[in-house]
């Protein structure tokens, strides 16, 4: 009996040492911890700091409320109640459905599992679940709650470029809506509280005889019964655009509720928008000589318009056919109701330098590819007629992220425009880049923007004016815009590559010899 217990008394002994030399486990850090206060209670989840900022494990906070996060391809999907978030790591935009979630930051991938801002919650659950989402950094928590919904307020304009009426509604938040076609008006039935900014209103518009709110609706009233609208809503701000011109007059009878679709037409380059830079009292940059930048580039335009039409046989539109001022959101809506192809803006460059010359071609960026983009982005940008009731919080990044499904072409068309003006006008080339320029924002189509030459350098403004110089530029422009239609409509597969040109025998080059590639100009 004492030998058997001396035996457990040296076993237990024996079990207490190794649990006294065993590692102790690691205490959870609260540094990587918060607390996720939902409608369904408290969690724990695990966050990460990277420089300065708090990222939240998603696929933690997506569970706890019901749903899920995946691996796609290269990013990830969020999913709850039927809605779908797709988020990576490298954009600060996420995008569920037709909108867009801003981030302060991109998401950051750690142990193979998503980490994102708090933001993309309150982004992503308004529309899923109708919740939002707050962080208290100092008590460590990220709260979920309901979302206070309030009536959502609105702006009207009215505008008339080229016989079509622009009636933009401008919301401080997204709404559900419908638009009904009556006799003589249109009425716009938002589904959610707005408040109205007046009770009626008269508008001195040849398609738009006055506008009237009753509740929740906008009635848009015509001057005539062959008034047909284009509808269409945009985002960040959202608003909701009815493009209103003269067509078939429609009969009397039950009001139709507005097919918004906008018609599938034919792939290809068949419409090209070509945007005279500045006008009216916007008169741009202004040379040495007294030649202002506005008359520069209505006059290479008008030129420009007639070689494209006859060179390509495609439609053009000039987005001014005169000295008018156009707000710069107005050119690119320009180009989105004739569903243009493709969209250019032609101006002229400036410097305080005199001796500053040559051309460079520009397409949509959010960040300037260098500090002389930046500064021409600047410039062209200073409109005192800007995009609208909300240019001054215009949310150009989230137009660089729509862009992004144009950008590669908007790259090649820039390159093949930048390449054709340095080879035949011999100007030289500054290259491509990239810069936020208002007047490419909102454009659904490939889009560049062209400094012909520096108006302020006092050869180049006498080139300017010159007819020689300005056609030598329309060749170029169209070359450059029927090289890329070529290029494009062979890629996607309607129009046959060009037939290479005729081999002919040559004299054997030595071994010792090697060719040189052409040089690329551009960047």
């Known amino acids: 009996m004492t030998r058997s217990f001396s035996l457990l008394a040296i076993a237990f002994a024996s079990a207490l040492l190794l649990l006294a030399q065993a590692p102790t486990p690691a205490p959870p850090n609260p540094a990587n911890q918060a607390t996720l206060r939902a409608p369904s209670g408290d969690k724990t989840i695990t966050i990460a700091h990277q420089n300065g900022q708090t990222y939240f494990a998603a696929d933690e906070v997506i569970a706890a409320l019901g749903g899920a996060v995946t691996r796609d391809g290269n990013g990830f999907k969020a999913s709850l109640n039927n809605t779908v978030a797709a988020f990576g790591t490298d954009s600060r935009f996420g995008v569920v459905k037709d909108d867009l979630i801003e981030m302060p930051v991109a998401p950051v991938t750690i142990d193979n599992r998503p980490f994102v801002p708090w933001q993309f919650f309150q982004g992503?659950?308004?529309?899923?679940?109708?919740?939002?989402?707050?962080?208290?950094?100092?008590?460590?928590?990220?709260?979920?709650?309901?979302?206070?919904?309030?009536?959502?307020?609105?702006?009207?304009?009215?505008?008339?470029?080229?016989?079509?009426?622009?009636?933009?509604?401008?919301?401080?938040?997204?709404?559900?809506?419908?638009?009904?076609?009556?006799?003589?008006?249109?009425?716009?039935?938002?589904?959610?509280?707005?408040?109205?900014?007046?009770?009626?209103?008269?508008?001195?518009?040849?398609?738009?005889?006055?506008?009237?709110?009753?509740?929740?609706?906008?009635?848009?009233?015509?001057?005539?019964?062959?008034?047909?609208?284009?509808?269409?809503?945009?985002?960040?701000?959202?608003?909701?655009?009815?493009?209103?011109?003269?067509?078939?007059?429609v009969a009397p009878g039950t009001p139709q509720p507005l097919n918004a679709t906008r018609p599938v037409e034919a792939p290809g380059i068949h419409t090209i928008v070509i945007d005279p830079g500045h006008g009216g009292k916007e008169v741009g940059a202004i040379g040495p000589g007294g030649l202002m930048e506005k008359d520069a580039t209505l006059a290479l335009c008008q030129r420009l318009a007639a070689a494209l039409e006859a060179k390509l046989?495609?439609?053009?539109?000039?987005?001014?056919?005169?000295?008018?001022?156009?707000?710069?959101?107005?050119?690119?809506?320009?180009?989105?109701?004739?569903?243009?192809?493709?969209?250019?803006?032609?101006?002229?460059?400036?410097?305080?330098?005199?001796?500053?010359?040559?051309?460079?071609?520009?397409?949509?960026s959010l960040d300037a590819s260098d500090k002389l983009a930046e500064k021409a982005a600047e410039l062209e940008n200073a409109s005192k007629n800007p995009a609208g009731p909300a240019?001054?919080?215009?949310?150009?990044?989230?137009?660089?992220?729509?862009?992004?499904?144009?950008?590669?072409?908007?790259?090649?068309?820039?390159?093949?425009?930048?390449?054709?003006?340095?080879?035949?006008?011999?100007?030289?080339?500054?290259?491509?880049?990239?810069?936020p320029f208002k007047v490419?924002?909102?454009?659904?189509?490939?889009?560049?923007?062209?400094?012909?030459?520096?108006?302020?350098?006092?050869?180049?403004?006498?080139?300017?004016?010159?007819?020689?110089?300005?056609?030598?530029?329309?060749?170029?422009?169209?070359?450059?815009?029927?090289?890329?239609?070529?290029?494009?409509?062979?890629?996607?597969g309607i129009a046959q590559p060009p037939?290479?040109?005729?081999?002919?025998?040559?004299?054997?080059?030595?071994?010792?010899?090697?060719?040189?590639?052409?040089?690329?100009?551009?960047?």
């Open 440 to 492: 490419l924002v909102g454009a659904t189509m490939p889009a560049a923007l062209v400094e012909v030459a520096f108006i302020t350098n006092p050869d180049e403004e006498s080139k300017i004016k010159s007819d020689a110089f300005q056609q030598t530029v329309v060749d170029a422009l169209t070359t450059a815009v029927a090289r890329y239609k070529t290029d494009y409509e062979t890629r996607i």
């Open 499 to 523: 037939p290479a040109a005729p081999t002919t025998t040559a004299p054997a080059v030595p071994a010792t010899t090697t060719t040189k590639p052409a040089t690329r100009t551009g960047t």
């Open 124 to 249: 992503f659950l308004m529309r899923a679940s109708g919740l939002d989402a707050t962080w208290d950094a100092a008590g460590k928590i990220l709260q979920i709650h309901p979302a206070v919904t309030t009536a959502a307020g609105v702006t009207v304009s009215v505008a008339n470029v080229q016989g079509i009426s622009k009636v933009v509604l401008t919301l401080t938040a997204p709404a559900d809506y419908n638009i009904v076609k009556e006799p003589g008006a249109y009425t716009v039935r938002f589904k959610t509280a707005i408040r109205a900014p007046y009770v009626e209103q008269a508008h001195d518009d040849p398609n738009v005889s006055k506008t009237s709110f009753i509740g929740n609706d906008l009635r848009i009233q015509l001057t005539a019964p062959d008034v047909v609208a284009d509808a269409y809503r945009l985002e960040n701000p959202f608003r909701v655009v009815l493009d209103l011109r003269k067509g078939a007059a």
């Open 391 to 435: 240019s001054s919080d215009l949310k150009l990044m989230l137009w660089d992220l729509a862009q992004q499904e144009y950008l590669n072409e908007s790259s090649r068309l820039a390159q093949a425009v930048q390449e054709e003006m340095n080879r035949i006008t011999g100007i030289q080339s500054r290259g491509v880049k990239q810069a």
């Open 313 to 364: 046989k495609t439609r053009v539109v000039l987005t001014r056919n005169d000295d008018t001022v156009v707000p710069l959101d107005q050119r690119t809506a320009i180009a989105n109701q004739y569903h243009a192809d493709l969209f250019i803006s032609i101006h002229m460059n400036a410097a305080i330098v005199k001796g500053a010359h040559g051309a460079e071609t520009y397409f949509l």
